[in-house]
């Protein structure tokens, strides 16, 4: 499998706060999107950082392309589309004047592709961008990452702020970016049935940790959550336990091998806020796809 992006042994600490990204590794193929998931703080805005280099790393190995980043000529950002929350491009700019600048600072700039973003996203050609919501100026951003012949895009909070008929608009451009250029995304988002729509594989963070790297094909397939009793622990452990949380009477499990459960264990149906809040309590031990 070719990667568009590989992360290896990423640490970093920081000075001023007690926060630590430990030993971060996963990588995004070509023609995929990487879900990332975790609670506020856990650690997804500073790995994308060490990703575009605005973040120092104390050690690790990150490859884009195939290169490191540290060896990796200018021209790779050429190729790598950034969406996050913060953005702001020139307020007084309007979209077509906007496009007019991206057109010197992008050697593939796509004006039609664009342009047809803009359509697509019921955005104003000719409204100073200053003057745009906040959603507005997400599509705006998401406009021109799709539109510079990108093939990696690193998307923070993407799709927040976002109606429910703009995020199924960006959703489907960005199935269609990695379907039709083979790109590969990675986009963080609390939005978690965005990422269940159009993630292959997920990747759980949590304090600077993963936690959990899984495809979603095993995760549908493959991963239940259960309710048993506390000592009906150990006739699990066949099934690997993930995580368990105890409740009032009962213990809440996530297992990865369902189909060989015991007849007598309950599965319940589960959405990935379930999984996350069960890998924020015990988590048994890390599993991964390689
Ligand atoms: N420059 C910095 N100096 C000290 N601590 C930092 C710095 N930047 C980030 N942190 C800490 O790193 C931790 C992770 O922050 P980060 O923004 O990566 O989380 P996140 O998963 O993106 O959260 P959210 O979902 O809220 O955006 C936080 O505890 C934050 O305080």
Excluded at 249 to 269: G, M
């Amino acid at each position: 499998m070719e990667y568009a992006l590989e992360i290896e042994g990423l640490c970093k600490s920081f000075s001023k706060s007690r926060f630590a990204l430990k030993n971060i590794s996963f990588s995004v193929p070509y023609g995929s999107i990487t879900g990332f998931i975790g609670e506020n703080g856990a650690g997804k805005t500073s790995t994308m950082g060490a990703i575009l280099q605005t973040l120092h790393i104390d050690s690790g190995s990150i490859k884009i392309f195939g290169e490191r980043i540290a060896e990796a000529k200018k021209e790779i950002n050429n190729h790598i589309g950034v969406v996050y929350d913060a953005m702001n491009f020139s307020g007084n700019l309007d979209v077509i004047k906007l496009s007019k600048v991206f057109r010197y600072l992008y050697h593939n700039w796509d004006n039609q592709e664009y342009f047809n973003y803009i359509e697509l996203f019921s955005l104003p050609k000719k409204q100073k961008i200053n003057s745009f919501s906040r959603g507005m100026a997400m599509k705006l951003s998401i406009a021109v990452a799709l539109s510079h012949g990108a093939r990696l895009l690193i998307l923070d909070e993407a799709t927040s702020g976002l109606d429910p008929v703009g995020r199924e608009d960006v959703l489907e451009a960005l199935l269609k970016f990695v379907r039709d250029q083979k790109g590969a995304i990675l986009l963080s988002s609390h939005i978690t049935s965005d990422i269940e729509k159009v993630a292959d594989t997920l990747v759980f963070i949590k304090k600077g940790e993963i936690v959990l790297k899984t495809s979603k094909n095993d995760l549908l397939n493959n991963y239940a959550i259960i309710q048993c009793k506390e000592n009906e622990l150990n006739d699990l452990r066949l099934n690997g336990i993930i995580a368990y949380k105890n409740q009032t009477d009962y213990v809440d499990v996530l297992v990865s091998n369902k189909n060989e459960l015991p007849a007598k264990f309950h599965k319940k149906n589960f959405s990935i806020d379930d999984i996350t809040l069960l890998l924020n309590f015990r988590r048994l031990k890390q599993v991964g796809i390689p």
